[in-house]
């Protein structure tokens, strides 16, 4: 399966999450690939939408393999190669610092007017235009259930079925509409996989209704 762009892939995640129309969810995306998706998944939805801030944390000598990730808070979902890519406890932190910075900054001019929306008590659908390693979509899942949703869900289009299951034992449902076998990264499974940058988050962010 080849997803033409990440908007066609946000319209068939919206069909399979469509048993939460009319219920007004929270779709969270993780940025930046993912923002144009949750907008189109909560326009369908009728819902919300709004990010949620994670950063990867790369590997010694290789920042595009994930051995963890850190949420906005601070706490950081380590996987269990991590000590195998060879990331010591000084290279951990020193590589949160870092990200949180990023998170610092992006937090500053994602959300400059418009708050970010509280998850306590709503159905949340945490979206992202796939995952390889799943590190930071277990890291937005973790921050997210300190919140108190009502229901936590995790809804991508592309992930290896080891993955798939990882994160399962993160939210109370996830849809995940293909899980191949030979999965080697997410733009893998795209025909247009061009970058989402700032400007383009920023703008989608600034057209929704001020609370």
């Not at 590997?59 to 890519?85: K, R």
């Not at 973790?142 to 080891?162: G, M, N, Y």
């Not at 109370?172 to 999965?183: G, I, Q, R, S, T």
Request: aromatic share 6%; with cysteine.
């Amino acid at each position: 399966m080849i997803f033409s762009n990440r908007e066609r892939a946000a319209g068939l995640l919206a069909e399979k999450l469509v048993a939460y129309k009319g219920q007004n969810p929270l779709i969270l995306a993780i940025p930046r690939g993912a923002v144009p998706m949750a907008k189109i998944v909560a326009e369908a939805l009728g819902g919300e939408f709004d990010v949620v801030l994670v950063r990867k944390l790369g590997a010694p000598g290789n920042p595009e393999f994930a051995i963890g990730a850190v949420d906005e808070t601070g706490w950081a979902y380590l996987g269990p190669y991590a000590a195998m890519a060879g990331a010591d406890s000084g290279y951990i932190e020193r590589a949160k610092a870092r990200e949180l910075e990023t998170i610092r900054k992006r937090r500053a001019q994602y959300s400059p007017l418009h708050p970010s929306i509280d998850p306590k008590g709503r159905i949340v659908i945490v979206v992202d235009d796939g995952l390889a390693t799943g590190a930071t979509m277990i890291a937005a899942l973790h921050a997210l259930r300190q919140r108190a949703p009502q229901k936590l869900v995790c809804a991508v289009p592309v992930a290896p079925p080891d993955t798939v299951e990882k994160v399962r034992e993160h939210a109370d449902e996830v849809v995940c509409l293909y899980a191949p076998e030979n999965f080697q990264a997410v733009g893998q499974f795209y025909a247009d996989f061009g970058q989402v940058e700032d400007d383009e988050v920023i703008a989608l962010l600034s057209e929704r209704k001020k609370p």
